[in-house]
């Protein structure tokens, strides 16, 4: 995308999870890029810096503290903003946790919540704000799948289940919006590994050490930084892309994909355990 890119300006950006990491730096480059921002996040500490990065660019920004689990609060949080900006362009359906666990040892609790804020918190977003969108005549969706949205990993079933289903729903709302003449475009987001505090943050289960996890995440697999990101994120919202990866690792393991089909297990399979950490108890 050119410096000189006007297309943000103006418009009026929702960006949830916008407190850290991916979510962070999209805030802060759409402010650079002269959008109108509605910024929120569960983490009020992170937000607050968020925000105090956004408007020292000069953005108009609105903040809450918002779960988006929480059908109701998202759903009031949707008509809040369109009251406040009297229009919403862009939405990011971003926040999003991490756990890691075998289906063995892995808690429904735990499995539950990611899908509540993994999947349902997409849906939730969007179905929100799909309405204002529309009315918008400028719309654009944008959520936040993964590279495990593309691929299964052991000890990621939960988290895998929850962003195959945000790229499923994403990709028939897309089709919906295009054969019904809407004025919303939709992309779904894939980031490969991205330097932030996902994984840190996460949780796992019993026998597996999160800490581990995340020493792994942060050292080997994490080699895109949350800036960049935000970069390719929004150059492909610029061209309207269905599909925006993020990293060289997401590139190449899509291609392992789309060639191997269900072969790629195969590959996995013989990789993962020799770079996973080991279970302390469980199985
Ligand atoms: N970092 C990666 O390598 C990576 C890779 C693929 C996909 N993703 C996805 O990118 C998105 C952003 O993740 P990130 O890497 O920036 O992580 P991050 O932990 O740095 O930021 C996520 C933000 O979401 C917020 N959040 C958590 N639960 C929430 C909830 N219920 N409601 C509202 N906000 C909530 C957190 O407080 C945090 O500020 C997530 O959907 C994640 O699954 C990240």
Redesign the pocket.
């Known amino acids: 995308m050119s410096a000189t890119s006007t297309h943000f300006r103006g418009k009026v950006a929702v960006v949830?999870?916008?407190?850290?990491?991916?979510?962070?730096?999209l805030a802060v480059d759409l402010a650079g890029r002269g959008a109108r921002l509605a910024l929120?996040?569960?983490?009020p500490t992170?937000?607050a810096e968020t925000v105090r990065q956004a408007e020292a660019l000069g953005a108009e920004v609105r903040t809450d503290h918002?779960?988006?689990?929480e059908r109701e609060a998202v759903f009031a949080y949707a008509e809040a903003v369109q009251e406040q900006f009297a229009a919403v362009n862009i939405v990011f359906n971003?926040?999003?946790?991490?756990f890691s666990g075998e289906v063995e040892v892995s808690e429904f609790k735990d499995m539950e919540r990611i899908m509540?804020?993994?999947y349902w918190?997409v849906v939730n977003g969007t179905k929100a704000f799909l309405p204002h969108l529309i009315a918008s005549g400028d719309g654009h969706v944008v959520n936040?799948?993964?590279?495990?949205g593309l691929l299964a990993m052991p000890s990621q079933s939960a988290?895998n289940a929850a962003?195959f289903a945000v790229r499923g729903f994403t990709e028939s709302l897309r089709q919906e919006m295009l054969i019904d003449g809407r004025p919303v475009k939709v992309s779904c987001?894939?980031?490969?590994?991205?330097?932030?505090?996902?994984?840190r943050?996460?949780t796992a289960a019993a026998g597996t050490d999160n800490a581990a996890v995340a020493a792994l995440?942060d050292a080997k697999?994490?080699r895109t930084t949350?800036t960049e990101a935000a970069r390719v994120i929004l150059r492909g919202v610029e061209k309207g892309h269905a599909r925006i990866l993020?990293g060289a690792d997401a590139k190449v393991l899509d291609v392992l994909v789309r060639i191997t089909g269900s072969g790629y297990q195969r590959v996995i399979t013989a990789v993962a355990p020799r770079i996973m950490p080991r279970r302390t108890s469980g199985l």
């Open positions: 949830t999870g916008a407190g850290s990491g991916i979510g962070r730096a929120s996040d569960v983490d992170g937000l918002l779960d988006v689990g971003n926040a999003g946790i991490s509540d804020v993994d918190g936040t799948s993964s590279l495990f988290y962003k987001v894939h980031p490969g590994g991205i330097k932030t505090n996902i994984v943050n996460g995440f697999l994490a949350a993020v």
